[in-house]
């Protein structure tokens, strides 16, 4: 899964809740620079705490997985 968001510039941040099968992703998307949408060169995607590339693979292992993407 690639996290490509598209938003007003005047949002600052939102939270949703994904669930694939038995796994549950908790995203929460930053955008404090006022951006419509995401740049792969600047921005930054987190996953339970560690930098990662902006593609996270889906898998149903009952897993809980934390998601911050900054947008910049």
């Known amino acids: 899964m690639k ?17 694939w099968k038995e796994s549950v992703y908790n995203i929460i998307v930053k955008n404090p620079d006022g951006k419509n949408v995401i740049d792969d060169n600047t921005s930054k995607v987190i996953l339970n705490g560690n930098k990662v590339e902006n593609h996270i693979k889906l898998d149903g292992s009952r897993n809980v997985y934390n998601i911050e993407v900054i947008m910049s």
């Open 3 to 19: 996290i490509e968001p598209c938003i007003p510039k005047e949002w600052k941040e939102y939270q949703i809740q994904y669930k």
